[in-house]
């Protein structure tokens, strides 16, 4: 019974240490996201800003 405990209270810390290890792989992949987003906004602008020099000339 004792064995089974320490088993039990093992395999709980390793549960509790695997679900902190998903929340910062879930808050990489939402920073990372926002990063990508605001990388595309840019060259989007970027093209707009592009295309807006090519009418002038």
């Given at each position: 019974?004792?064995?089974?405990?320490?088993?039990?209270?093992?395999m709980e810390?390793?549960?509790?240490?695997?679900?902190?290890n998903l929340?910062?792989?879930?808050?990489?992949?939402?920073?990372?996201?926002?990063?990508?987003?605001?990388?595309?906004?840019?060259?989007q602008s970027?093209?707009?800003?592009?295309?807006?020099?090519?009418?002038?000339?």
């Open positions: 019974v004792v064995a089974s405990k320490v088993a039990n209270a093992k810390s390793e549960l509790k240490q695997e679900k902190a929340l910062d792989m879930q808050k990489i992949l939402c920073d990372e996201r926002k990063l990508m987003s605001a990388m595309d906004m840019e060259h970027q093209l707009v800003e592009m295309e807006q020099r090519h009418q002038e000339k």
